[in-house]
């Protein structure tokens, strides 16, 4: 016996301890790898984004040509 508690009971506590730091470790894993998919996906829409707005000048350029050879 440990301080008046049987040894089984010491060991659960100990358990319990290991499985919230577990649980804290796995929780800040999951975080960073949802940061990293969240930055991923706004790269991928800021280029959509930019690749439309040269498009949209582009045919903005190309009727203006047009207009001026009519």
Do not use: H, T
Request: glycine fraction near 4%; include cysteine; proline fraction near 1%.
């Amino acid at each position: 016996m440990i301080v008046g508690l049987p040894v089984w009971v010491f060991f659960c506590i100990i358990l319990i301890f290991v499985s919230g730091i577990m649980a804290y470790r796995a929780m800040r894993a999951e975080q960073k790898l949802e940061q990293q998919f969240i930055e991923k996906e706004g790269k991928v829409y800021l280029n959509r984004m930019e690749e439309e707005k040269q498009q949209r000048e582009k045919q903005k350029v190309d009727s203006n040509v047009r207009q001026r050879a009519r």
